[in-house]
């Protein structure tokens, strides 16, 4: 008998064998199996088999539980970029010279949030600080990429700089305001561009360009992602009075924007934002916000850019949005693809929907599976795709009971593509 104790309360665990007979008839082996009591917590359950023929559940939906392995990992999953069909069309036939990066997105989960408590499916020892942080910065040098926007980036200082620098990557941080240990962090390879110029995003700066005929107290849930509802994340009441607009425009949230010049024959000038939108679910009208207020500032930026260096710049924005496809946020960000009376500052386009679609999910606990993390471009780049960062089905095996684990360090998945800079970008 097994007793797991969790929030508090002390639940009760029956374990019984049951027998096993091989083809060939030898002697039974026994098969340990466990039985849940029906009144365990919801990310406590557990199914033990599932069919194979059992469909992938659509984003945002919670997924049958299955036991994760508790053996350590000899090796992490390996990053596969996949190419894309239309990768070189016939007008750029014979551009094989044009410049090519790459560029990802991860949120890493900052330690500060990772207890057993919050993530009881994952194996203990792949919570641990001392395993994580090998494993993600493998994970992050694995990806080979030129340049990596990485929210939820704490020890920083302590850790990462240091250890990325010795891989060669130069970096530019900003972290949450208030008392929060995370932050936004750009990892960028300088032999394969220099960094221009910089702008960090305080997202609590809305508070004082908030009036009052702004539609913020609107504690409606719009399928937005519950996926950090137990992730350690603060307590909005603890702020002050969560109806005060300004008490709940202020989240400590932050975002990075910079500008870089490419070491191309061009000398291509791109801006990169990275950003990590509020998570509640309940604050939709605060994740909006804080949406509208990423493009101002990223419209005002270019503006800056490119009357600065006479060109005009492409514009990727990545980072966890905390939004599922479909919901106000998401649609706010492509809005200029469809009818919409929210006009934007900047006309974008999703990397992953306009080649196949959205990921199935790119973060994966019990509680919520769904997809969150996201590319934009902007439209009339002189950046192209080339090929796409593949994501683990649902009923990959490296996924199984959830993340993090000893494949995944992380409970989100990275993001991201090879891109190939244009003739005619000069």
Known sequence: MLHVKTRGRCWCVISFPFLLRTNDHRKPMLKPQTIWAASLPLFLRRRLLLPKSSPSPPCGRRLPFRPVCKRRMS????????????????????????????????????QVYVKSAFFP??????????????????????????????????????????NMESSGYSSIYVQRSGDKRDGCGIF?????MELMQKEVIHYNDLVDTYRSSDN?????????SPAEESS??????????PNDPRVRLKR????????????????????VANTHIYWDPEWIDVKLAQAKYLLSKVSEFENVISNKFTCKPSVIIAGDFNSTPGDKVYNYL???????????????????AANGGEPEYTNYTPGFT????????????????????????????????GLPNFHHPSDHLPIGADFRCLATSA
Request: charged share 25%; proline share 6%; net charge negative.
């Open 75 to 110: 090796a992490q999953a390996q990053p596969r970029f996949a190419p894309l069909p239309t990768a070189q069309p016939e007008s750029d036939a014979g551009a094989d010279e044009g410049y090519q990066f790459r560029l990802v997105s991860y949120n890493i989960l900052a």
């Open 121 to 162: 499916h994952s194996p203990s020892a792949s919570l641990k600080w001392k395993a994580r942080s090998k494993a993600v910065l493998a994970e992050l040098k694995s990806f080979q990429a030129d340049i990596m926007c990485i929210q939820e980036l704490d020890e920083y200082e302590t850790f990462y700089r240091k």
């Open 188 to 192: 960028y390879k300088p032999k394969s």
């Open 216 to 224: 913020v107290i609107s504690a409606t849930s719009d399928n937005s």
């Open 232 to 241: 350690g994340k603060e307590d909005n009441s603890k702020h002050g009075d």
């Open 252 to 271: 400590d949230c932050v975002g990075l924007l910079a500008a870089f010049k490419l070491t191309d024959p061009c000398e291509h000038i791109l801006i």
């Open 334 to 352: 492509v809005s200029a693809n469809s009818e919409s009376a929210d006009e934007t500052p900047i006309k974008l386009r999703s990397l992953y």
């Open 370 to 401: 769904g997809t969150l993390d996201y590319i934009f471009l902007s439209d009339g780049s002189s950046v192209k795709p080339t090929s796409l960062l593949r994501l683990p089905r649902g009923d990959s095996s490296d996924v199984e009971g």
